[in-house]
């Protein structure tokens, strides 16, 4: 039995987020430079996206851009930029078929024209589309995030469209360059490193976290599937005590 049959698809977790990491360490194994792994790692994104549609996850978020990626090698950022550009354009067919729709965070005002041209394209292009929603992150990080919904939340008060006493968690919550999506009920990162390095700090509060060393150019389909295997084994209490949930 292959593990896509021994997953509840009942109990699917509505939005995986990932960290997609180790694509330098995977080029530096091979003897390559570390462009070589981010495009490998371009294929993990397609198996991946295409075993979470064939399995029937509706939200699938993936950390493509730090913000304090901007402070790598002037080369290396050129090149993953490049890459983000020929991706979306070579992936698009990919997305058509499988009905995946684009979407992105992040601010995105940093990134290069061109890039920019060609996700709002792809974002337009597969935006009808309804079985999954792909969303990159791009030059992103939370405190980015959460620092920008705060000055948001912040101007509305002043404006009087905020009451202050009236803010609560939710309301909080759409202010987050995120909104709509759910919160992302499993995390998983690559590579061996066991930190969440700024990637959706408020969303990930109550997600299952899942890590395991295979680096992300080897990480594919059935990975997703042994971790989303594992999320299903996890009791999720919530706070609560594991008889209250019985
Ligand atoms: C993840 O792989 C891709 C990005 C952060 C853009 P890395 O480039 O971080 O690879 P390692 O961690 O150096 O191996
Ligand atoms: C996190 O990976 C960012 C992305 C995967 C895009 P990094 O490789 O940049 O994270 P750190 O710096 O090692 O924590
Ligand atoms: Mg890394």
Redesign the pocket.
């Known amino acids: 039995m292959t593990n896509i049959e021994l997953i509840d698809r009942n109990k699917l977790p509505q939005h995986i987020a990932i960290?997609?990491?180790?694509n330098?360490r995977w080029a530096k194994e091979k003897g390559k430079l570390r462009v070589f792994g981010h495009k490998e790692g371009v294929e993990s994104v397609r198996d991946v996206l295409e075993g979470a549609v064939d399995l029937g996850v509706p939200y699938l978020t993936?950390?493509?851009?730090?913000t304090?990626?901007w402070k790598?090698p002037k080369l290396e950022v050129t090149a993953l930029m490049e890459l983000l550009v020929s991706s979306i354009a070579k992936e698009t067919r990919t997305m058509m078929k499988n009905g995946v729709r684009l979407n992105a965070i992040g601010n995105l005002d940093e990134l290069p024209s061109k890039a920019v041209k060609s996700l709002k394209k792809c974002m337009e292009d597969t935006s009808t589309n309804t079985k999954c929603t792909l969303t990159l992150?791009l030059s992103?990080s939370a405190r980015w995030e959460i620092t920008d919904a705060v000055k948001s939340i912040a101007k509305a008060a002043v404006e009087g469209e905020v009451d202050v006493n009236n803010i609560t968690e939710t309301t909080f919550a759409q202010y987050l360059n995120s909104y709509p999506l759910p919160d992302p009920e499993l995390m998983i990162r690559t590579?061996g490193?066991k930190?969440i390095?700024?990637?959706l700090l408020w969303q990930l509060a109550y997600a299952e976290l899942y890590f395991t060393d295979k680096l992300?150019p080897d990480f594919r389909r059935a990975d997703l599937y042994e971790a989303v295997l594992e999320f299903q084994n996890r009791e999720r209490r919530f706070g609560l005590t594991s008889e209250q949930l019985k």
């Not at 960290?19 to 180790?22: A, L, T, V, Y």
């Not at 993936?62 to 730090?66: A, C, G, H, I, V």
């Open positions: 960290i997609m990491d180790g330098g993936l950390y493509t851009f730090s304090e990626n790598r992150a992103y590579s490193e930190r390095s700024n990637y992300w």
